[in-house]
């Protein structure tokens, strides 16, 4: 890792990142799947033209200012997974993105498929189902309706999706890939029985993508693979040799059994779900654990015994949540055998509407 620059910072390990992206991308390919990666993980535009020259059939954005900088980026294959509720100001902002991408979003009602319609006549749209999450999205019983809705206000219907972010916890991801596919099966088939398009059925998540075959999912949408996470790492769903991304700290403060380190929730994000064992973790340390979390500041425990590290030391820590974490970056500081390589601008920071 770098250390004459000055902390924190993110810090991108392309060798790692360079595997994870290969193993993703030919695992979809060996199951006969489609592999649109969700670019709000990464949201760089260098990392995503290496997922389409892997193999990958498009993006998933998460807003409509995501796509923007996507398509500024020369992406043009672009899926926005999301309930879009074209508002006036947006309204011109999507009908310049059908323009000049192949541009597909999610409706989950009559009413946001009406409104779409009049905002973006001819758009393609997948309807979202509920699998288990219970955010948005549909019951999968009324996805035939709610496409036939779609398919009057003048939008093209192209399929169904869902998310199974209930796979987030413990030991949930084999019921919550079930879950899913069970949601869209009878979504499409719900579809298919009103005598519209259910070619595209998409679903997926990074903990979930091991369990997901073809049948009748055809596309699958992880994100956070890219990276990895202290979450996945508890979940067991990664290990310590697929985390491509650390926060770069520094050691500012020492007590009997602690540091405290400079990277708070400002960098590392505030995620924490009720299960996971602290507010981030340390590769070198496993052991360790964040305890508390200040803007600027994080408390490191170490077990009794541990040496603890000196002041100036350069600690690694892994955000609980990559996706919260490059979100607050400007930019990726790019390593490879420890050695700096590259910046890559976090290009899509910030793009939340």
Same mark, same amino acid.
């Given at each position: ?31 006969g ?14 990392i ?13 954005v ?11 980026g ?22 310049a ?9 999610g ?28 955010? *948005?999205? !549909?019951?999968?019983?009324? =996805?035939g309706?709610? $496409?036939? &809705?779609?398919?009057? +206000? #003048?939008?093209?219907?192209? %399929? ?20 899913? *596919?069970? !949601?869209?099966?009878?979504? =499409?088939?719900?579809? $298919?029985? &009103?005598?519209?398009? +259910? #070619?595209?059925?998409?679903? %997926? ?149």
């Amino acid at each position: 890792m770098p250390v004459d620059l000055p902390t924190p910072f993110l810090c991108v390990d392309v060798d790692v990142l360079e595997a994870n992206l290969r193993a993703m991308a030919a695992g979809a390919a060996a199951r006969g799947l489609a592999l649109r990666p969700h670019a709000k993980t990464h949201k760089c535009v260098r990392i995503a033209r290496r997922q389409m020259a892997l193999g990958a059939k498009g993006l998933t954005v998460a807003t409509v200012r995501e796509a923007e900088v996507f398509a500024d980026g020369g992406l043009d294959d672009l899926f926005i997974a999301y309930p879009v509720w074209p508002s006036p100001q947006q309204t011109a902002r999507l009908r310049a993105l059908a323009r000049r991408v192949a541009l597909r979003a999610g409706v989950d009602s009559a009413e946001s498929a009406a409104a779409l319609g009049r905002a973006v006549p001819g758009l393609e749209v997948l309807v979202e189902v509920d699998s288990g999450h219970h955010r *948005s999205g !549909a019951e999968p019983g009324r =996805a035939g309706e709610i $496409a036939v &809705a779609a398919q009057a +206000a #003048g939008l093209r219907v192209r %399929g169904v999706f869902t998310f199974p972010g209930h796979a987030y916890g413990p030991q949930r991801q084999r019921s919550a890939q079930e879950d899913e *596919s069970t !949601a869209l099966a009878t979504a =499409a088939a719900s579809v $298919a029985a &009103a005598g519209l398009d +259910a #070619g595209v059925v998409s679903g %997926g998540s990074t903990p979930t993508a091991a369990l997901t075959t073809a049948g009748p999912i055809t596309e699958m949408r992880p994100g956070l693979y890219v990276f990895g996470d202290a979450q996945q790492i508890e979940l067991g769903t990664a290990d310590w040799s697929q985390i491509a991304m650390t926060v770069a700290s520094t050691v500012v403060s020492r007590r009997a059994d602690r540091v405290i380190v400079d990277a708070g929730s400002k960098i590392l994000g505030a995620d924490r779900q009720p299960w996971a064992t602290g507010h981030g973790r340390l590769p070198d340390h496993p052991d360790a654990r964040i305890v508390a979390l200040s803007e600027h500041h994080a408390t490191v425990t170490l077990p009794d015994g541990t040496p603890l590290p000196a002041l100036g030391d350069t600690l690694q820590i892994v955000p609980n949540h990559a996706c919260a974490a490059v979100n607050l970056a400007d930019e990726l500081i790019v390593v490879s055998g420890g050695e700096l390589v590259d910046r890559w601008p976090v290009d899509a920071r910030g793009a939340n509407t």
